[in-house]
C-alpha cells in the first residue's frame, strides 16, 4: 500500500532519475534528454503541448520498464532455471526477492512498493493529459488520446503484475498532490477486490486499442496488437483462477462459468491478434541453420532472436510489447550479459544459469517425442598429462557432447553444456571463442590438435554443469550492464501457445490451434505433433505445457504459470509422496532438494504473495493475505 513516507520515496526516486528517466526510449525520443523534468515544473507551465505529454509518457515507461525488464528472476521460482544470487542494485525493484523454487512469498516488499510508483507515473500522465484534451488544437487530441492510451496500458500492466502476486490491492487512478505531498489518503485505502481490478485492467486495454496505432511507432512503443494481447492474457488468466481456484485468496471464489466467458474471451483477443494485424513470428518462424557439436558460428534463428538486433527492428513483429534500453554511455543499459554470462563475457557474474531438468525437456528432431533421459555421474577419464580434456564416452551421459545429437534447434540456441563454444569478450574486446567444460574454468586446452589453442570459459559461479546462451550478445563491443536489448514482455509465440491453451479449456483440441503449436514446434526443425499429442484435452495441454517451458524459458512466465494452473505441487512432488525434488548437477553432485517433507503452508505460501508489513503498519486497513496472518 503506498503510504505518505513510501510515496515520497518513490517521489524521490523518480526526481533523481527526472532527466534520464523520462527520456527512457533512445529509438524514439532521444530528442527528450533535453528537456526539463515534468516534476519540475508547476502544471501550468509544463502540461501546454504535445511535446510535454509525450515527455511525462517517456517518464512512466521508465518507471514500469524497471519492474518487468529482469523477470527472468522469477523462472528461478520454476523448476529449470537456477537463480543464485541478486545482482541488483538496492534501488532496482527486484533487489530483496526471493527467486528460489520456495520461501518466496514474503520477499518482494520493494517490488511492490515500486509497482505503485509505477502506477503513480502512469496516473500522472492520464490525469494531465486528459486536463490537456478541452484546450488543445483538433489537430492534437488523436495523438494525445494515443499518449494516454500507451499510459493506461502501462497501467493496465502494472496492476495485472499486482494481482497475479497479491490478489487484491488498493487501486485507484489518481495522483496525490506533488506526488508525495498530501496524499493522506493513500495511507487510508482498502484492498479492492480482484474481481473490481480486473474490470479496469480490461478498461484501460479498451481504451488503449481504441486509440493505439495498428503498428508500433517505435521499438519499446504501444500498439493495438500490444493491448489486445495483453487484455487476452489478463482474460486467460482469470479463466485460470476461476477453472483451478485460487483459496489463499480468501475473498475469491470460482466460477466455472466465469471461467468459460474469461477463456472465450481470451481466445477472442487471441485470434484477433493473430490474424487482424499481419504479425508474423521472427524469419518467418524458419529454424534456420545450426552448426555441428562443439561449434557455434551458426546458430539457429531462435539465438538471433534475442540479440538486441532483432530486439530493436520495429519489422521484427513478434515481439508485440517490449521495453528497450540503451547502450553504453547512456545509464539506460540492460544486464542481460552480467546476469546470464561468465567471466569470459566481460567479466559477469553468471547468477541465472538452467537447471539439469531443462535439458532434459528438448524433445528428438527425428521422433519428435523426448529422448531417452540423460545420464548424471562423474566424468572419465578426466585429463591427461597434456590437458586435454576427454569427455566419457558412456552413450547418453550428460558430459557427453554426443548425448545432445539431433535435439530441437532451439537447445543449441538457448543453453551450452560440455564442448560447446561461446564468444569470448573482456575490455569490450573479443577474446575469442572458448568450450565451456564444467568444473575446467579458465584454463588452456587443446581440443582435436597437437597445439593448445582454446582458453575455457571461466563459469566458476556454476552450479548446474549447463550455461545460457540465449541473451548473451554474439559479439564484443558493449559491456555485461549496457546492452540495448528490448526486453519482451509479449512475444507472437507466446499469443500462439495462449490461443491454443485457452480454445481447448473451451472446446478441447482445435485444428487452428493445433497448427498454431506446430508453428512454434517448427522453429526448433521438430516434426508436427503425433497424434496422440493432439487426442484430448489433458494431452494437448501438455504439449502446450511443453512448448512454453522450451519456448518461453527464463522469459519470467513459468512461476506464473505453475501459480495460475495450480501445479506447484506437480512440478515439485511428483510422486505425490512428498518427498520433493532432489536436483543435481551434470557430475550428479550439488544437491539442492526443494520441498520434502513440505507442510500445506509452504505450498500455500507460494501461490500468493505476503502483503508489506510495513505498509500494513502505516495502513490500519489493509489486510492480510491467509498464508500470511
Not at 78 to 92: K, P
Not at 149 to 168: C, K, N, P, Q, T
Not at 332 to 339: F, N, S, T, Y
Amino acid at each position: 500500500m503506498i503510504t505518505k513516507n513510501n510515496t515520497t520515496k518513490i517521489s524521490q526516486i523518480m526526481a533523481a532519475l527526472a532527466f534520464m528517466a523520462l527520456t527512457l526510449l533512445p529509438t524514439a525520443c532521444s530528442d527528450l534528454l533535453d528537456q526539463p523534468s515534468a516534476n519540475a515544473l508547476s502544471a501550468d507551465q509544463f502540461w501546454r503541448s504535445e511535446g510535454d505529454a509525450t515527455t511525462a509518457l517517456m517518464g512512466a515507461y521508465s518507471a514500469v520498464r524497471q519492474c518487468f525488464d529482469r523477470d527472468y528472476y522469477f523462472d528461478g521460482q520454476g523448476e529449470f532455471v537456477y537463480h543464485n544470487f541478486n545482482a541488483t542494485a538496492s534501488t532496482n525493484p527486484y533487489n530483496g526477492g526471493s527467486y528460489n523454487p520456495s520461501g518466496y512469498g514474503s520477499n518482494f516488499d520493494t517490488y511492490f512498493r515500486y509497482l505503485y510508483g509505477a502506477v503513480i507515473r502512469t496516473n500522472y500522465v492520464v490525469v494531465n493529459v486528459e486536463k490537456m484534451l478541452p484546450t488543445v488544437p483538433a489537430s492534437s487530441v488523436a495523438n494525445l488520446e494515443s499518449i494516454i492510451g500507451e499510459a493506461r496500458l502501462l497501467r493496465a500492466l502494472v496492476y495485472f503484475r499486482l494481482i497475479s502476486m497479491w490478489g487484491d490491492v488498493p487501486y485507484f487512478e489518481n495522483v496525490p498532490t506533488g506526488i508525495g505531498e498530501n496524499n493522506a489518503v493513500f495511507a487510508l485505502m482498502s484492498r479492492t477486490p480482484i474481481a473490481t481490478i480486473k474490470g479496469k485492467i480490461l478498461e484501460d486495454l479498451t481504451y488503449a486499442y481504441d486509440k493505439l496505432p495498428e503498428k508500433k511507432p517505435a521499438a519499446g512503443r504501444g500498439s493495438k496488437p500490444a493491448a489486445l494481447a495483453l487484455r487476452g492474457k489478463v482474460q486467460l488468466f482469470w479463466g485460470s483462477w476461476n477453472k483451478f481456484g485460487w483459496p489463499e485468496l480468501s475473498t475469491f471464489t470460482p466460477s466455472s462459468s466465469e471461467a468459460t466467458a474469461a477463456y472465450t474471451a481470451a481466445a477472442d483477443d487471441f485470434r484477433k491478434v493473430i490474424n487482424d494485424f499481419g504479425l508474423t513470428l521472427y524469419r518467418g518462424g524458419d529454424p534456420g541453420q545450426i552448426d555441428a557439436l562443439g561449434k557455434a558460428d551458426i546458430l539457429p534463428n531462435y539465438f538471433y532472436l534475442f540479440q538486441p538486433a532483432a530486439s530493436n527492428d520495429v519489422s521484427n513483429t513478434e515481439f508485440i510489447m517490449s521495453f528497450n534500453h540503451g547502450t553504453t554511455g547512456t545509464g539506460q543499459g540492460e544486464e542481460l550479459m552480467r546476469d546470464f554470462g561468465t567471466r569470459t563475457n566481460q567479466f559477469a557474474q553468471g547468477g541465472t544459469k538452467p537447471r539439469f531438468a531443462l535439458a532434459d525437456r528438448y524433445q528428438s528432431v527425428t521422433t519428435g517425442d523426448f529422448a531417452t533421459p540423460l545420464i548424471k555421474g562423474n566424468p572419465a577419464p578426466g585429463s591427461d598429462a597434456n590437458n586435454t580434456i576427454l569427455p566419457p564416452s558412456t552413450p547418453n551421459h550428460a558430459l557427453n557432447p554426443q548425448s545432445y545429437a539431433n535435439r530441437d534447434y532451439r537447445m543449441k540456441a538457448t543453453m551450452m553444456w560440455n564442448f560447446e563454444m561461446i564468444l569470448g569478450s573482456a575490455s569490450l574486446k573479443s577474446t575469442g571463442m572458448s568450450p565451456f567444460i564444467y568444473g575446467n574454468n579458465g584454463q588452456t586446452i587443446k581440443i582435436n590438435s597437437a597445439t593448445a589453442n582454446y582458453v575455457t570459459v571461466n563459469a566458476d559461479n556454476n552450479q548446474t554443469g549447463y550455461l545460457f546462451r540465449k541473451f548473451i550478445r554474439n559479439y564484443a563491443g558493449q559491456d555485461r550492464s549496457d546492452g540495448d536489448f528490448s526486453w519482451p514482455v509479449i512475444r507472437l509465440a507466446d499469443v500462439y501457445l495462449m490461443y491454443a491453451e485457452a480454445t481447448n479449456e473451451v472446446s478441447g483440441p482445435q485444428g487452428d490451434a493445433i497448427a498454431l503449436v506446430n508453428k512454434v514446434r517448427f522453429r526448433g526443425n521438430l516434426p508436427p505433433l503425433a497424434g496422440a499429442k493432439t487426442a484430448d484435452y489433458a494431452s494437448f495441454f501438455a504439449a502446450i505445457e511443453q512448448e512454453r517451458i522450451v519456448e518461453l524459458v527464463a522469459e519470467g512466465q513459468r512461476s506464473f504459470d505453475l501459480r495460475r494452473w495450480r501445479a506447484i505441487e506437480r512440478a515439485w512432488d511428483p510422486t505425490g509422496t512428498n518427498v520433493g525434488t532432489d536436483t543435481r548437477d551434470t557430475k550428479n553432485a550439488n544437491s539442492m532438494v526443494y520441498f520434502r517433507n513440505a507442510t500445506p503452508l509452504t505450498y500455500q505460501q507460494c501461490y500468493i504473495f505476503r502483503i508489506p508489513p510495513g505498509e500494513r503498519d502505516k495502513n490500519p486497513n489493509l489486510t492480510q493475505n491467509t498464508p500470511w496472518l
